[in-house]
C-alpha cells in the first residue's frame, strides 16, 4: 500500500486526535521515521519473544501505515513550505514595479487633478497607507480612478494602459500576498495534520519500545535497537562536550 494510500485511509482516525493531545518532535521528522521503520523490522523478528509479554502483532501493521501516512503528510507540509518561499521570492522579483507604479500614478494623477479638490483629497488618502496590503489596495483604487477620470488626465499625454498595467498588478500581488500570509502561521492544516499523524506514530513507536525495552533488559545491545540512535548519540556528543568544556576549565 502506497504511502499516500496510508494518509488517505488513516485520515480520520488521524483528525480525530484531540488538539490538546498533539504532541511535537525533538526529532528531525526524517530520522524518526527512519528509525520507526528499523523499529519495526527489528520488533517483526523479535515477535514470537515479545507476544508473550502482551505485545498485539497487528500494532507492527498499524505501525506501518502510521510511518507512511506520516511520510507523506510530511512531505505535503514541505511542499507546502516551499510554496510559501517560492511566492516570497516572486513578491521581491515583483514588488518593485508595483510601488513604483503606486508612485508613478500618484505623482500624475496629482497634477492631472489639481484643479478638483475632491480628486485631491481621493489622492491624499491613498499617500497615507505604506503597508503591503495599503499598496495593493492602493494600485486597484489609483486604476478605477483613472478610468473614471479620463478626461482629466489625457491633456498631460497619460497612457491608460497603466492602469490596465495596475489591476493586473493589484491581482497579482494580492495573490501572492495572500500565498505568504496563509503559510504563516502555526494552525495550518496541513502541518496539523502532520502534527496529529506523528502523535499517532510517536505513541506507537513508544509502546513498541517499551516492550523491547523490558524483554531484552538483560541484553544492552537489544536494548539499545528499542531506543533512538538520534537521541543516544545527541547524549553522547553532548557529555562529550560538556567533559572537554570542564577539562578547558582546570587548565
Known amino acids: 500500500m502506497s504511502d499516500q494510500q496510508n494518509l488517505l485511509n488513516l485520515l480520520e482516525e488521524i483528525i480525530a486526535v484531540p488538539n490538546n493531545k498533539i504532541l511535537y518532535s525533538d526529532v528531525p521528522y526524517k530520522i524518526f521515521i527512519d528509525e520507526a521503520e528499523s523499529l519495526h523490522t527489528r520488533a517483526s523478528i523479535d515477535l514470537p519473544l515479545l507476544t508473550p509479554y502482551g505485545l498485539v502483532p497487528d500494532k507492527l501493521n498499524l505501525l506501518m501505515g502510521y510511518t507512511g501516512a506520516l511520510r507523506t503528510a510530511q512531505s505535503n507540509w514541505e511542499a507546502k513550505d516551499s510554496d510559501k518561499q517560492k511566492a516570497i521570492l ?19 494623477m496629482d497634477f492631472a487633478f489639481r484643479k478638483d479638490e475632491n480628486l485631491l483629497k481621493k489622492i491624499r488618502d491613498i499617500k497615507e497607507g505604506d503597508s503591503r496590503p495599503d499598496t495593493i489596495q492602493d494600485l486597484a483604487i489609483l486604476a478605477v480612478l483613472g478610468k473614471e477620470n479620463e478626461a482629466l488626465l489625457t491633456p498631460i499625454n497619460f497612457d491608460m494602459a497603466h492602469c490596465d498595467r495596475a ?32 502523535t499517532l506514530t510517536k505513541e506507537l513507536v513508544d509502546e513498541i519500545r517499551s516492550y523491547g525495552k523490558f524483554v531484552f533488559r538483560k541484553d544492552e545491545k537489544l536494548v539499545k535497537a528499542y531506543a533512538s540512535k538520534y537521541h543516544r548519540e545527541r547524549q553522547i556528543k553532548y557529555r562529550k562536550s560538556k567533559q572537554e568544556s570542564l577539562s578547558n576549565n582546570e587548565v
Open 90 to 108: 516572486a513578491w521581491d522579483t515583483e514588488s518593485p514595479e508595483m510601488y513604483e507604479l503606486r508612485e508613478f500614478l500618484i505623482d500624475h
Open 167 to 198: 489591476t493586473e498588478l493589484a491581482d497579482r500581488m494580492g495573490t501572492l500576498l495572500g500565498d505568504i500570509n496563509g503559510r504563516m502561521y502555526y494552525d495550518d492544516e496541513i502541518k496539523i495534520i502532520r502534527d496529529k499523524a506523528f
